[in-house]
């Protein structure tokens, strides 16, 4: 069964442009999350969806924004970029949406955005 | 709020030496503990979750235990190699599929 794939792997953008990552989950998940990591403060979580719907958000501005698809596919926007969204960017998937015990939970490989 | 804690934040060990990778948490009220392994400029590799209502799992060489009330777990790699070096992140499951994420043990095993 394929992991969980992330789009495109590497970006560099400027500021003040906007971007979008895409993540597809492991075939079967339907809950997709987001977390940026830094150096400086580690993962940090961004937000979920499940049946298309953000079910929980993390404390980012609303630049930071995110849908899911039918498919479960989901995509994450970042919108007039600044040097400090710099990061890597990480996605996972997950079988259950209930927050279940044993719901464990797969990450991708990651897009690295470089905001020059 | 969710506070997850990783001490030491590097360590090294020659090879065939035990690893033993701490991680405290605050919320007692955790689904679940899951570690993790990310190798420079990787995504993470999930290595073992622990339910809330289990003392601890193994898979291979690894051993992670859990104990709510004093809010750890404790990762055990058996008999160390090089290929093990890496850094191993745990984090705390809460609703809603968050993930709460300690700052991790950089780990450097030496042959």
């Known amino acids: 069964k394929a992991g969980v794939t992330q789009t495109p792997r590497y970006l560099i953008k400027t500021r003040g442009q906007q971007v979008t990552l895409s993540c597809s989950p492991i075939s079967g998940h339907r809950s997709v999350s987001w977390y940026q990591q830094t150096p400086g403060q580690g993962l940090q979580f961004l937000f979920e969806?499940?049946?298309?719907?953000q079910r929980n958000k993390g404390n980012f501005p609303g630049r930071f924004s995110g849908r899911q698809f039918s498919n479960s596919r989901s995509e994450m926007n970042v919108s007039t970029l600044e040097l400090g969204d710099s990061a890597l960017y990480l996605c996972?998937?997950?079988?259950w949406g209930d927050g279940r015990e044993r719901n464990e939970q797969f990450f991708g490989p990651g897009t690295r955005l470089t905001v020059l | 709020k969710q506070e997850v804690t990783q001490i030491p934040a590097a360590l090294s060990v020659p090879e065939g030496e035990n690893l033993v990778l701490n991680c405290s948490f605050t919320?007692?009220?955790?689904?679940?503990l899951q570690w993790f392994r990310q190798d420079p400029g990787k995504g993470l590799t999930s290595l073992l979750l622990?339910?809330?209502?289990?003392r601890e799992q193994t898979s291979g060489r690894l051993n992670a235990s859990l104990d709510k009330s004093s809010g750890r777990s404790t990762l055990y790699i058996a008999a160390s190699q090089p290929g093990d070096s890496a850094t191993y992140l745990c984090a705390e499951g809460a609703a809603g599929n968050k993930l709460t994420f300690g700052g991790g043990t950089r780990v450097l095993v030496k042959p």
């Open positions: 969806y499940f049946s298309e719907t």
């Open positions: 996972a998937s997950s079988l």
């Open positions: 919320d007692s009220a955790i689904y679940n």
């Open positions: 622990i339910q809330s209502s289990q």
